[in-house]
């Protein structure tokens, strides 16, 4: 049975810095693409950052580039999210995402999904 636990949010001053990580089990992290995306009340779900091929293939949203980091632990199947130089409008609930076949930044895409862990930025 495929899960996805997510952990590592919190609240955090803008500037501040997060490690969030998604614990997989029931699938081989080198069989699928995996992504990060998050959710802010009343707004679209938005892709942040996904990753592939055994972690040598990731794609980032424009919003993240140069801020966020994704990687993940293939012996641990676990999936990271480095977030630095952090900003209010980052403040949303992320939710780590699991698909079979290719790589995509759209969310309706993803089979599997994680319940969310709560990353709030304040000014």
């Known amino acids: 049975q495929v899960r996805l636990v997510e952990s590592g949010g919190g609240s955090v001053q803008a500037g501040g810095s997060l490690r969030l990580s998604c614990a997989a089990s029931g699938f081989r992290f080198s069989s699928n693409c995996m992504g990060w995306f998050r959710q802010a009340p009343g707004k679209e779900r938005e892709a942040v950052a996904t990753?592939?091929?055994?972690?040598?293939?990731?794609d980032y949203a424009a919003s993240v580039k140069g801020r966020f980091t994704i990687s993940q632990d293939n012996v641990k199947n676990t999936m990271y999210l480095q977030m630095t130089s952090l900003k209010p409008e980052d403040t949303a609930l992320y939710y780590c995402?699991?698909?079979?076949?290719?790589?995509?930044?759209?969310?309706?895409?993803?089979?599997?999904w994680g319940q969310g862990t709560q990353v709030t930025v304040s000014s």
């Open positions: 990753i592939y091929d055994g972690g040598l293939v990731t």
């Open positions: 995402a699991a698909k079979a076949f290719g790589c995509s930044l759209e969310y309706r895409s993803y089979i599997y």
